[in-house]
């Protein structure tokens, strides 16, 4: 615990619900995308704080930021993605915002969905390949990935409800491998899914509990979060109350290298930075806060200093 720096960033409070995304750009300048009055707030690494955004999401999701520092954002409850400059300014908009698309889903239950469907019902996640294109998981109320173009032109989708491969209960978080595969955080199925870009469906890693995000290093190791099985349970679960949260690096080939199970309530996504800081963003309040269930000392911001990872 000594090298998990959990006071890292802002606290909780009105104005900062809680963070859901985080991620670094290639000056260091750290992104973290929240449920708060202003729903993207810029850090430097040491957590003070270098300005804000103020563009509205109707519920922030996810976040990603490409090799020339544009910065991906995924509105869930909006139904839409979107691209922004690295100074903030609209450059790109995927989906109809406030527009599902027709899945058969009631009630926010995923597993009412009935059918895949077209971009987007509660998309989560976005990734990008070599070329820039964009590949978004969707999400909460569909069951597919999305292939998009760089100029966000749609390729192709892939995906169905279901536990079989190429199924997916709930597509929470995405990246691209160094071998060029899409990972697929599965969530509620517990398992990341590999495919090739066209969808076809190449090996599934099962040591994972409810993974929620996926950051592939420059090395080819996967940092994983894991919402594991205390906090975020839908009311329908039988789950035992463990593991609970956890963050998990594995190197290219699934071999666990290094886990930590302590210290985390509800981790949400991951990002690791070119002065091999990590950080995690944790949904405290959706996961369990809301509910007076969160123990005392979660946060919802973490930073693991560069250097004490492994072994830490």
Partial sequence: MKHLESGWGPPMSPDFIEAVGVAVDSGGRVFVYARAA?????????GARLGAWEHRFERPHGIYIGPDDSVYLTDDFGHAVYKYSPSGELLLTLGTPGRPT???MRDFDY????????????PTNLALNEAGEMFVCDGYGNARVHRFSAAG?????WG???G?????????????????LVVVADRENTRLEFFEQDGRHVETWADVVRPTDIFVTPGGDLWVTELGNVAGRWPWMEAPESPGGRLSLFDRNGKLLWRRDTGFY????VWAAADGSVYVAEVVWSAGGRLGKAPEWARTLHRLKPG?????
């Fill in 111 to 122: 597993r009412q969905i009935e059918r895949g469907a077209g971009p987007f019902h509660y």
């Fill in 38 to 46: 202003n729903a993207v707030q810029i850090f430097d690494a040491d």
């Fill in 308 to 312: 004490a990872i492994i072994g830490g």
């Fill in 164 to 180: 079989g491969h190429g199924e997916f209960r709930i597509p929470h978080g995405i990246a691209v491998d160094s071998r060029g």
């Fill in 153 to 157: 032109e749609w390729i192709a989708s």
């Fill in 266 to 269: 509800a981790p949400h996504d």
């Fill in 160 to 162: 169905e409800p279901g």
């Fill in 102 to 104: 027709d899945t058969g």
